[in-house]
């Protein structure tokens, strides 16, 4: 995940003296200025994540997100539509994260129409999305947890969180995310899951990142809870409902 | 009435300029069939008491055309029409089974979803006929229980429906209350009680009567009793009510619950055709015991009962009925097992219309899928019923019937 914001966050081109350097180029210029106070110096750190059950095994597709707690005014944003598919009757990805501003590009692979919708918070949509069809959303403009379903197969259920930072993906099957963080300094890790059965399924733990590599390992509080098996009761999908 | 709704439905959409989307559903059953029964009775279609939709001998049917055509605005309104047509040696008919609108809310953020039919459709009782054009996809015949929901039973009226999706609170738990308030039914209870309960996948098209069995009383005190019974009739302008609820879990587990009264008032006649109180309360039972196996089991219980014009009580008659059936699903195969019990229980003083029953069925099913839509289906039904009224028509009260079906099913 971290790819596409790979290039942005390393360039992160600033102005000094009416020219542009890079970032880098700033940081070994400042370096020598500020040798001895270290901490003014903004050093890149790739921070990797663990994420483990209770038992001690890989947690995957948590959904994982870092937010500098100074803010995030001047960091890169992404416009870059989410792509989210309706296959075999179920919402393919279930979990997805986005940053705020983007918009859901949600594309039917299934033979038949789905009538999507998003019902809860600000982030709302519905629309009905034939067999073969593509539909894109307006940006979502809040960060908060999107439960969406589909009006016509009930047990069609997915999810996307949308985060108000730059720094975010899933966990991969091992467990771990990487994140490429364009400065050392303090950090408010977050995970989530919609079975993570805590307040907000979330849980936060505050990062003073200060050096180049970091690795956190970070233990679930609890197993989750199972996800909802995404088929309906009947066989066939093209039957009516009675 | 159903001109009335359909019309003013698409008086009321036409005015609409929401862009509209048509689908064509269908369902295409042919049958090769083999009967027989201890005593060569008729169908009971035919008037006779035999319990299956095919008579006697060996032949080849139309088992069911079924188009479903609708009508879907972008404003969660829709219209819906059902046709169905039936072939087979000389019982031939096409007609219309259902034609509603319906509204179909989103559900909240809290999961509360509404719902709304105005028209003619089938009350939420079957947990077999669930596949297009009310067809069952388990198996080639309804059970008993249902093939009686098909052949006097249709809401004429208005339906609400309030449902709690668990989903929205990450529960597992839904829940739906439906209230039916509907006119047209004031004869259900009519063939349930002249011929007793049948198995068949033969449901009445709004335009159709039925042939009603000939028994002694008939002559004398149903001497008004027109020879084919209106199903879909209003008589008395009363409204009747049915209430069904449904509790369910995931995809595990559906319960219904519910109770129907016509609420008709007895002691009416018009052309030929009584009015029957008929009240029923109806239990159904989905179950998924393993990703294979799956329960289903349906159950009723109520009364009926019609006066003559003078207020004597003509037919008073308590009846019951419960299936069960365990299916079983692996690849392209499927299995259906059912087990029936019913129950006429007469009790009043009427000399010529005896109409007491009981008896039991079992059918064995198999399904092979051929392609996605394409399926070839072969079943047994082995029926054993005690009905006294047979001997009138000389014939053994009690009767042993066997049907053996082969099947090319085709949903479209």
């Not at chain 1, 307040?199 to 936060?204: L, W, Y």
């Not at chain 2, 587990?253 to 519910?258: D, F, P, R, T, V």
């Not at chain 2, 029923?280 to 990703?291: P, R, S």
Request: charged share 20%.
């Amino acid at each position: 995940m971290t790819n596409q914001f790979e290039e942005t966050m390393y360039i992160d081109e600033i102005s000094i003296n009416n020219k542009r350097v890079s970032f880098i180029t700033k940081c070994v210029a400042l370096l020598g200025t500020f040798l001895s106070t270290s901490s003014y110096c903004v050093n890149a750190s790739e921070l990797t994540l663990n994420v483990v059950t209770p038992s001690g095994s890989p947690a995957t597709d948590i959904v994982s997100f870092i937010r500098p707690t100074k803010g995030i005014n001047g960091l890169p944003l992404n416009d870059v539509p989410l792509y989210i598919g309706q296959q075999d009757k179920k919402f393919a990805p279930y979990i997805t994260v986005m940053q705020k501003g983007q918009s859901i590009n949600f594309v039917n692979h299934d033979d038949i129409t789905h009538h999507i919708y998003s019902v809860s918070g600000e982030n709302r949509f519905e629309f009905k999305i034939k067999a073969g069809g593509e539909i894109t959303t307006q940006p979502l403009q809040s960060a908060e947890e999107v439960a969406m379903g589909c009006n016509i197969h009930d047990w069609m259920s997915g999810y996307v969180l949308v985060v108000d930072t730059p720094y975010f993906g899933k966990t991969n099957e091992d467990g771990q995310i990487t994140f490429d963080l364009p400065e050392t300094g303090e950090y408010e890790l977050s995970l989530w899951h919609p079975q993570l059965d805590v307040t907000n399924n979330r849980i936060k733990q505050l990062l003073n990142v200060t050096q180049a590599n970091v690795n956190i390992s970070i233990s679930l509080p609890q197993n989750l809870l199972p996800i909802p098996e995404q088929v309906g009761q009947e066989d066939f999908d093209f039957l009516d409902e009675y | 009435m159903v001109k009335l709704v359909v019309g003013g439905a698409l008086i009321f959409f036409s005015s609409i300029t929401f862009a509209v989307e048509t689908s064509l559903k269908g369902i295409l059953d042919v049958h090769a069939y083999h009967v027989n029964n201890t005593s060569d009775a008729y169908s009971y279609l035919k008037g006779d008491y035999g319990k299956f939709r095919f008579d006697t001998g060996t032949g080849f049917a139309l088992a069911q055309l079924g188009i479903r055509y609708e009508l879907e605005w972008q404003n969660n309104f829709s219209a819906t029409i059902v046709g169905n047509a039936f072939a087979d040696r000389g019982n031939n008919e096409i007609g219309i089974t259902e034609a509603f609108v319906r509204y179909k809310g989103l559900p909240s953020q809290n999961g509360w979803r509404f719902q709304s039919k105005l028209g003619v459709f089938y009350p939420s009782i079957s947990l077999e006929n669930v596949a297009t054009a009310w067809s069952t996809p388990y198996t080639l015949t309804s059970s008993s229980l249902n093939n009686w929901i098909g052949e006097e039973l249709r809401h004429t009226g208005v339906n609400f429906s309030i449902e709690k999706l668990g989903k929205a609170s990450k529960s597992s738990h839904s829940f739906s209350a439906d209230l039916s308030l509907f006119q047209n039914n004031d004869t259900a209870g009519t063939m349930l009680t002249w011929h007793g309960w049948t198995m068949g996948s033969r449901q009445a098209l709004l335009h159709e009567k039925l042939v009603v069995q000939d028994f002694p009383a008939r002559d004398n005190l149903l001497a008004e009793q027109a020879a084919k019974s209106d199903p879909f009739i209003e008589i008395d302008h009363r409204w009747g009510a049915h209430i069904a609820t449904s509790w369910r879990i995931e995809n595990k587990l559906k319960l219904n619950l519910g109770y129907y009264d016509n609420m008709a008032e007895e002691g009416l006649v018009e052309h030929g055709q009584y009015t029957w109180a008929t009240d029923f309360i109806h239990a159904g039972l989905k179950y998924k015991l393993t990703k294979q196996w799956e329960l289903i089991s349906q159950y009723m219980k109520g009364d009926t009962a019609m006066k003559s014009l003078t207020g004597i009580d003509v037919v008073k008659a308590e009846y019951d009925n419960m299936f069960l059936m365990m299916r079983y699903q692996r690849l392209a195969h499927h299995v259906a097992m059912r087990f029936e019990h019913f129950n006429v229980d007469d009790q009043d003083e009427t000399i010529g219309d005896n109409n007491n029953e009981n008896g039991n069925g079992v059918t064995l099913s198999y399904r092979y899928q051929l392609s996605k839509k394409q399926f070839i289906l072969s079943e047994f039904n082995w029926l054993r019923s005690e009905r006294p009224s047979r001997s009138y028509e000389l014939q053994p009260v009690d009767l042993v019937e066997r049907q053996y079906q082969l099947a090319y099913r085709l949903y479209f």
